[in-house]
Structures are given as structure tokens and as C-alpha cells.
């Protein structure tokens, strides 16, 4: 793996939530690369254990643990065997997330035949359980991480929490009503917990991805003869560089935030890595 740039964090201990996702385990790879010893929460443990594998392949440190992020009582657990086999966190990444179909909608505008037409998904539609899956996967699967490992930072130094925010938070996408409040919370709550953890050294940031193609948007973007959709001609048409990004692209800004010595009086921040999406206007 190549880094845009070259930090030390020997001695570091990186927990990853959602680390084996496409952006999570391309973030867990990055801070291994840099020298830290890095925990690698998700659920799929045969996910879990090839991101493991190529980062020891790599040379770097990693160990993988399933856990529900809701389940705090499971993360404490968690947390116990993370000391005791690779020390106490001192760099949380917040990147469980995730949507869910019953809470999308068919069409992005309503129109008034759509009461009539069960086969459309409109906003009288939207399912609670889905709604309330989101904002616990999304807020809920955020908090809880924090709550759990931000005990190991207080007595700690140069220690930091990156939350994963979205496009969403800045504007609400068309279709994605609860995934677009949730991400809003996210950025939120990072703003939030910068101020609370201010006294004790512990910074907060976010990162807000633009458009990438990862496992939870595929069918959105990609239709079944692999060609775009509609979709994803549209969020194309409204990024000013005309293409989705790379998961490598998000590096350089974590790396930086990362960074005690690049980054030690940025705190509350929501950096847009977007490609130009949220500075233009459409027209």
C-alpha cells in the first residue's frame, strides 16, 4: 500500500469500527502502514480476518474482533481483550454506518397518483424499524464505540476520535431521508464531543465522504448489466470531477487529522472529501 505521506504512529493503538468494509479496511491498512497496532471491529468475521491478513502480509499489526457496535456490554468485552493484547486505544475511527431499503424511497419527487400505486416506496411508506436501524447503526453505532473507548484516552496523550460523516449531512439526497438525518447527527455530535473532550486533549473530527462505490450503495449506483444508473449519472453530472472517488482518496485527510504534529489545534471540524460536490451549485 502507498501512502500520499509518511506519519509515525508507533505506540498508537487505532480501534476501527467497520474496519473491513471498502473505506474501513482501506483506513485500517493506512494506520497499520503508519505503525499502529490496529483492532478491527466489524461483524462478518471471515471479512474481518482477510483485512487482518493483508495487513500482516503488508507488515503491519492488526487484530480483528466481531462485535455488535450497539451492544455496549459486548464492546467492553472487546475493549478488555484489546488491552490486554494490543494495548489501550489512543485513535478511535467511527466507520460502522450503513442504509437500509425500507427506509428509501421509489422516486426522489411525490406526486399525487403515487397514493394509489403499491408498487412504489414513497415517504408514507418508510418503515420505523428501518428508520430506527439506520439511526442505531448510523448515531447510536457511533456513541456507543465512544462511550466505551474514550475511557482509554483521558489518562492518554495526542489522542483523537475521527467520526465518518457523509455528503448527506451538508444535503439531503434525494431518496435517503433517514440516512441523510443520521449522517446530520454524526456531524453533530462530533461538533459536540469536540467541546466536551476540549479540557482533557482529546480531539474530535469528521471526515465526510463524497461518492464512493462501496457494498452499501452498489445497487443504487450500478445496474445489472454493470452500466451506471440513472443515479449515478446524476451524482456524476453534480461533481465538479466528474467521477466517484477512490477509497485511497481519503488517506491524506485521515493521515492529517491523524497526525498530532499536522493537525494538534484542529478540532470540530467536517472536512468534505467529495470532489468538488458540495461547492457546486448545478448551474
Known sequence: MNLPFQINLENKVAVVTGGSGVLGSEVSKALAMSGAKVAILARNQKKIDQVVYEIEQMGGEALGYSVDVLNKDKLENVRKKIISELGHCTILINGAGGNHPGATTSHERFEKEDLENYEQHSFFDLENEAVENIFNINFLG??????????????????????????????????????????????????????????????????????????????????????????????????????????????????????????????????????????????
Open 142 to 283: 457511533t456513541l456507543a464505540p465512544t462511550q466505551v473507548f474514550a475511557q482509554d484516552m483521558i489518562q492518554s496523550e495526542e489522542t483523537t476520535i475521527i467520526n465518518i460523516s457523509s455528503m448527506n449531512a451538508y444535503k439531503p439526497l434525494t431518496k435517503i431521508p433517514a440516512y441523510s438525518s443520521a449522517k446530520a447527527a454524526i456531524s453533530n455530535f462530533t461538533q459536540w464531543l469536540a467541546v466536551y473532550f476540549s479540557k482533557i486533549g482529546i480531539r474530535v473530527n469528521a471526515i465526510a465522504p463524497g461518492f464512493f462505490l462501496t457494498e452499501q450503495n452498489k445497487d443504487l449506483l450500478i445496474k445489472a448489466d454493470g452500466e451506471y444508473s440513472e443515479r449515478a449519472h446524476k451524482i456524476i453530472s453534480q461533481t465538479p470531477m466528474e467521477r466517484f472517488g477512490n477509497p485511497k482518496e481519503l488517506i491524506g485527510t485521515l493521515l492529517w487529522l491523524v497526525d498530532h504534529s499536522s493537525s494538534s489545534f484542529v478540532n470540530g471540524i467536517v472536512i468534505p472529501v467529495d470532489g468538488g460536490f458540495s461547492s457546486y451549485s448545478g448551474v
